[in-house]
C-alpha cells in the first residue's frame, strides 16, 4: 500500500474531525482496557508471565538463526515446504508461485499482518487471482478499499451504518427492503456471503502468532474460526509469517498464549487457538494437502543487535494502541501505514523509513502506558526516543526548532544568565497577565494558546525569590 | 546465496556472530529436547480433580459454552436428542467416525440420524470426541485424524462435544503432554474455547461469526480422573 | 538530643521557577516540617529533558552533567515533580549507559532523588499534615510520577489527612492529560484532543479542584479549563498539602 505516514499530521486532524471515527473510536478506548484489566485481576500470576514471557522472546531472538533452521527441519519432516523470503518482493513471489503451481483463481485469507505488510492482495489481484478475506473487519475493509486501522480489530474505525452501505453496495444480490442495520443481521449476511468462498477457494493464505521450532508448527489464534475453515477447506495451506514469530516448543508457546488473548481482547483464551503441523496425514479425511510457509525477513533482521531490537518481541496484541491516548484520538489510518499505534511509531520506521514516517515516534506525550501494558515488556517509549535521536543526528527537524532548542540548551548551561531571563520572563508576563490570571493568546506560543489558555506566571521566579529571601535572612 | 542463506547470514550478522558453536547448539537441543514447562497459573495446576472439573465447566460456561453433565456413557444419545429438541434443531447429525462414539447406545434413539464422516456444508449439527479438556480456560483439545476430521469443528452451526471426565486436564502443558505421548502430532490441533464470535462491529460480541454459534459439551461424569485414567 | 537535620537540596524545576514560585515554597514549607534542611543550589536551571525527549541528547547530557554536579553532596534531591524526579532517576542512569565514571554518579543521584509526595511518605514517613482545604477535589496521576515512580497512593494518603478536604476519584485518572513537553505545541490538536476528553472528566466530577504533582499537566490542564469556560480550579498538590492555597490564586486564575 502506498504509505501516508509523512502527511501524518494532515492524517491525524482529519480523524479528530471525523465524527464517526469519533463514536468508534471513544467505544474502542474504553472497552478494551477495561476488558484487559478484568481479564488480569483474575490471573495473579499475570505479571510473572509477562517476565518469563519477554525472556522467551529474547532467548529465541538471541538464537534465532538455531530456532529458525530447527523450524524448518521439522516443518520439512511433517510434509511442509518453508519458503525463505528476504524482502516483501520475494515474499509475495513465493505465495504467488505456489498459487500458480495450482492453477489458483481465488485464495480465501485469514488475517494477516505481515500479508498487509508485503501488499499481498494488490499483487495477487495484479496477476489475476482474487483475494478474499475472511475476517469480519478484514472482509468490510476489502469491500472499501481500506487498509486495516487496528492490528487486531481492522474496521474499528466504522459504525454499523458503515458496514451496512458497505455492503449494500457490494452484494449485489442483497434485497434492499431486507433490514439489516444490527450487529447480528451484518454478521449474518458475512457469513451468508462468505461460505461459499470457504468451500470454493483454491488455496486458503492464513498468517501466523507464532511458529513452534520444535514441532514445525504454525499457530494462529482467532476468534472467528475464519482462519480454520481458510487452512482446513482448500488443497493448499499457506502460511504467511514472519521470522520473529518463531518460539522454541510448545511450553513456550503456552506461556504467551496466555499473555496474548489477555492483553489484545480481555479473553481468557481466544475462541479458537490452532496448531497447524503439515499437510492432511494418509488416511486424513479432510485438510489441505500442501503446507507451505513463506518464511519473511523484510527488515526485520536489520533490527537485530541494535536500539530496537527488543521491538522483535513484540506478540501484535494490540495492548498498546488500545491504552494510546494519541491512537484512540486520531485512529489508525493517521499512521499512514500498516501498523499503527505506539508499535506502529516503532516499526514503521524500521520498515518503510524515518522519512516517509519520521512523524510518528514524535507523536507521542511519553505518558508510557503502552510500555506499561505490553505482555512482554517492549519499552516502546524508548525506542520511540531512539528514532527521535537519529532524526536529531541528520537533522530532520525543522531549523526553528532545532535552533530554539540548541539556544535554549546554550542558556539552561550558563545558570547566571538562565536565571536572570527567567526572572525577567516571569516579571514581563506576570505584569501582563496580573488581571485575567492568563493569556488567550501569546507571540511565540501561538500553538499552545490557539487551543487552550496559558496560565500566567505568578511574577516573579523562584531564584529571584529565593535569593531575596536569603539576603533578608543575612 | 540462496534465500535461505540471505536470511540466517542476515541474522548472524545482526547478532555479531557466526552460526551457534557446537556447545551451544547442544545446550538448545537440550532445552528443546526437556519440555521445561514455564510458570503455571495456580489456578488450574493446583486443584483436586473434583475441582478441577468444577473449573472446567465454570470456564467454559463463561465464554456460553453450554455444558451437560451426564453420569454414563450410555446416557449421551438421550443427552443429545434432548439438547437438539430444546433447541429446536433437527434431529441429524454429522457425527465423528470415532469407536468410541459409535459404541454409544444409538439405537436407543431411532430418530436420530446420524452420517459419520467429514462435514458437508449442509451440516446443521456435528457431534465429536475431544483429546483432553483443559480446565484453566474451560478449552477443548480436539485433533485432526482419519476418526477426526476438523471440518466437524468448523462447519456446522452447533457443535457438540463428548468429554470423559478423566480427560479433564488442569493446563495446557498437560495437553500437550498427551499429545507427545501419542506420536507423531496430527495435522491439526484445536484449542476452542466456546462458540465462534466476532466484536469486529462496534466491538459487539456476536456469536457464529464463521464458525459453530453454539458449543456443547456433554461431559461423562464417571468419576474417572486424570489419575486413574490417561497416566 | 534531636539528630542533625537531613540535608535536601530542592529540584525548582523550570516550570515551578518561571511559573509559580508557590510550589516551590510549599515544597519547602513540607520539608522542613518533615525535619529537613532545605538548599536550593543556584547552579541548576533545568533537568534537560525538553533536550532528551527532542533527540538532543548530546544537550541532554551537557545539561544532566551540571545537575549532577550541583546536587553533588545532598542526603537528598527533591522534586516537586514526577516528571523531573523520573528524568533524573530513571532517565540520567540510561543517558550515561556509555560513559561508565558519569554513569556510576548518575546512579548515586538516582538513589537520592525523589519526587516530593513520595518523599514524604517513604523517606520521612509522614503520615498526615497540617493543613486544611474545603471542599471536593480531585488528583490527576501524572504520567511519569505514575510509570516511572509508583506514585498513586501517596499523594492520597497525604491528602486524606487534609480537613475539609474530600477526595472524588477521577475517571481516567491514569490516562495522560495531553502535556507531553514539546508535544503539546508539535502536535496541538492531538494534544487538544486529550486535554478536552481529561477536562470533561473533571467537569462531571462536580469538584471545586483539581490537583496533580506535576506543574507540566497542571498549566495543560488548567489552561484547558479556563478556555473551555469552566469554575473548575488547578492547583499543585505541595500547595494544599503545606496549608498554602490561601496565599496564591489558583493556577490560571486572576490575582485577587
Known amino acids: ?474 | 546465496m540462496t534465500a535461505r542463506d540471505d536470511v540466517l547470514a542476515a541474522v548472524r550478522r545482526g547478532l555479531g556472530r557466526g552460526a551457534v558453536s557446537d556447545a551451544v547448539a547442544a545446550e538448545l537441543t537440550a532445552r528443546v529436547a526437556t519440555h521445561r514447562r514455564n510458570l503455571i497459573p495456580a489456578r488450574a495446576a493446583a486443584l483436586e480433580p473434583a475441582a478441577r472439573l468444577r473449573l472446567f465447566v465454570d470456564m467454559a460456561e463463561a465464554v456460553q459454552t453450554t455444558v451437560a453433565r451426564v453420569s454414563d456413557a450410555g446416557d449421551v444419545p438421550g443427552e443429545v436428542a434432548r439438547y437438539l429438541a430444546a433447541e429446536n434443531l433437527p434431529a441429524e447429525l454429522a457425527m465423528a467416525p470415532d469407536p468410541a462414539l459409535d459404541a454409544l447406545p444409538w439405537d436407543a434413539r431411532p430418530l436420530l440420524r446420524i452420517r459419520r464422516g467429514k462435514s458437508s456444508p449442509e451440516d446443521a449439527v456435528s457431534l465429536t470426541p475431544c483429546l483432553a479438556a483443559v480446565a484453566e480456560t474451560g478449552t477443548l483439545m480436539l485433533m485432526s485424524g482419519e476418526r477426526t476430521p476438523t471440518t466437524l469443528n468448523f462447519l456446522p452451526d452447533t457443535h457438540i462435544v463428548v468429554v470423559r471426565s478423566g480427560q479433564v486436564v488442569a493446563t495446557y502443558e498437560d495437553g500437550w503432554d498427551l499429545l507427545r505421548a501419542r506420536g507423531a502430532l496430527p495435522r491439526t490441533v484445536n484449542f476452542i474455547t466456546g462458540p465462534s464470535r466476532t466484536g469486529d462491529i462496534e466491538q459487539r460480541i456476536e456469536l457464529g461469526a464463521h464458525g459453530p454459534r453454539r458449543l456443547h459439551v456433554i461431559l461423562i461424569d464417571d468419576g474417572a480422573s486424570e489419575a486413574d485414567g490417561e497416566r | 538530643m534531636p539528630s542533625p537535620p537531613v540535608r535536601v537540596a530542592l529540584l525548582v524545576t523550570c516550570l515551578v521557577d518561571l511559573f509559580r514560585p508557590s510550589v516551590g515554597f510549599a515544597a519547602i514549607k513540607l520539608l522542613e516540617q518533615a525535619g529537613c534542611s532545605v538548599e536550593v543550589p543556584r547552579a541548576q536551571t533545568c533537568c534537560g529533558q525538553p533536550a532528551y525527549n527532542s533527540g538532543d541528547r548530546l544537550d541532554a547530557k551537557a545539561i544532566a552533567r551540571r545537575v549532577i554536579a550541583a546536587f553533588a553532596g545532598y542526603d537528598y534531591v527533591v522534586a516537586p515533580s514526577g516528571s523531573c524526579a523520573g528524568m533524573v532517576k530513571v532517565h540520567y542512569p540510561e543517558l550515561f549507559a556509555d560513559e561508565p565514571e558519569t554513569a556510576a554518579r548518575a546512579h548515586e543521584l538516582a538513589t537520592r532523588t525523589y519526587e516530593l509526595v513520595s518523599f514524604l511518605t517513604e523517606v520521612r514517613q509522614v503520615r498526615e499534615v497540617a493543613a486544611r482545604f474545603d471542599g471536593a477535589v480531585t488528583y490527576h496521576d501524572s504520567c511519569s510520577g505514575l510509570r516511572e515512580l509508583a506514585i498513586k497512593a501517596q499523594p492520597r494518603q497525604l491528602l486524606a489527612s487534609v480537613a475539609g478536604l474530600n477526595l472524588r476519584e477521577l475517571p481516567g485518572a491514569e490516562i495522560c492529560c495531553g502535556f507531553g513537553g514539546t508535544f503539546a505545541v508539535k502536535y496541538a490538536d492531538i494534544s487538544d484532543k486529550m486535554a478536552r476528553d481529561k477536562v470533561a472528566d473533571i467537569e462531571r466530577l462536580g469538584a471545586r479542584c483539581v490537583l496533580a504533582g506535576d506543574l507540566g499537566c497542571l498549566l495543560q490542564i488548567a489552561g484547558k479549563l479556563s478556555r473551555s469556560g469552566s469554575a473548575v480550579e488547578a492547583r499543585h498538590v505541595a500547595e494544599i498539602l503545606a496549608d498554602m492555597a490561601a496565599d496564591t490564586p489558583p493556577i490560571g486564575a486572576p490575582s485577587a
Open chain 1, 1 to 474: 500500500m502506498e504509505a501516508t505516514s509523512h502527511t501524518f499530521a494532515g492524517n491525524a486532524r482529519a480523524g479528530l474531525a471525523n465524527p464517526v471515527l469519533r463514536r468508534a473510536l471513544d467505544m474502542a478506548g474504553a472497552g478494551f482496557p477495561a476488558r484487559r484489566a478484568e481479564a488480569i485481576a483474575r490471573l495473579p500470576e499475570f505479571d510473572a508471565l509477562r517476565d518469563e514471557g519477554k525472556a522467551i522472546k529474547d532467548h529465541t531472538i538471541g538464537h534465532l538463526d538455531f530456532y529458525l533452521e530447527l523450524y524448518e527441519r521439522q516443518v520439512t519432516a511433517a510434509g511442509g515446504v518453508v519458503h525463505w523470503a528476504p524482502d516483501a518482493a520475494a515474499a509475495r513471489a513465493a505465495v504467488l508461485g505456489i498459487c500458480r503451481s495450482v492453477g489458483a483463481k481465488t485464495v480465501t485469507k485469514g488475517k494477516s499482518m505481515v500479508a498487509e505488510e508485503i501488499a499481498l492482495n494488490e499483487h495477487l489481484e495484479a496477476n489475476g487471482i482474487t483475494p478474499v478475506e475472511t475476517d469480519l473487519g478484514e472482509y468490510i475493509i476489502q469491500l472499501r478499499h481500506e487498509p486495516p486501522s487496528h492490528i487486531i480489530a481492522p474496521a474499528i474505525h466504522l459504525m454499523k451504518e458503515q458496514v451496512e452501505a458497505t455492503f449494500r453496495a457490494a452484494h449485489t444480490a442483497l434485497d434492499p427492503a431486507r433490514p439489516l442495520a444490527e450487529a447480528p443481521l451484518l454478521c449474518g449476511e458475512a457469513r451468508a456471503v462468505l461460505r461459499p468462498q470457504f468451500l470454493t477457494a483454491d488455496v486458503g493464505i492464513t498468517g501466523a502468532n507464532f511458529l513452534v521450532a520444535e514441532t514445525g508448527s504454525s499457530i494462529i489464534v482467532t476468534n472467528e474460526g475464519n482462519g480454520d475453515l481458510t487452512q482446513t477447506l482448500p488443497k493448499v495451506h499457506i502460511v504467511i509469517t514472519s521470522i520473529e514469530k518463531v518460539v522454541p516448543t510448545l511450553e513456550d508457546a503456552a506461556t504467551l498464549l496466555r499473555l496474548l488473548a489477555r492483553s489484545a481482547t480481555g479473553q481468557e483464551f481466544s475462541s479458537y487457538t490452532t496448531m497447524s503441523t503439515g499437510p492432511r496425514r494418509p488416511g486424513d479425511l479432510d485438510g489441505p494437502e500442501q503446507y507451505h510457509v513463506v518464511l519473511v525477513d523484510n527488515g526485520r533482521t536489520a533490527l537485530l543487535g541494535g536500539e530496537f531490537q527488543d521491538m522483535l518481541r513484540c506478540l501484535r496484541c494490540a495492548a498498546c494502541l488500545n491504552h494510546c491516548p494519541v491512537y484512540t484520538a486520531v485512529g489508525g489510518h493517521a499512521y499512514g501505514w500498516v501498523y499503527p499505534g505506539p508499535m506502529g511509531a516503532v516499526l514503521t520506521p524500521a520498515l518503510i523509513g524515518l522519512d516517509e514516517a519520521g512523524d510518528l515516534p514524535n507523536a507521542s506525550s511519553f505518558c508510557g502506558r503502552c510500555e506499561s501494558v505490553c505482555p512482554v515488556r517492549i519499552p516502546l517509549p524508548k525506542m520511540m526516543r531512539h528514532w527521535r535521536e537519529r532524526q536529531f543526528a541528520l537533522r530532520k527537524a525543522p531549523a526553528a526548532y532545532r535552533y530554539g532548542l540548541g539556544l535554549w540548551a546554550w542558556v539552561a548551561q550558563r545558570p547566571a544568565l538562565y536565571h536572570a531571563l527567567v526572572e525577567a520572563k516571569a516579571r514581563l508576563l506576570g505584569r501582563l497577565g496580573r488581571r485575567r490570571g492568563r493569556f488567550r493568546t501569546m507571540p511565540l506560543a501561538g500553538e499552545w494558546t490557539r487551543v487552550r489558555d496559558m496560565p500566567a506566571p505568578e511574577g516573579r521566579s523562584f531564584h529571584a525569590l529565593w535569593a531575596e529571601r536569603g539576603r533578608a535572612r543575612r
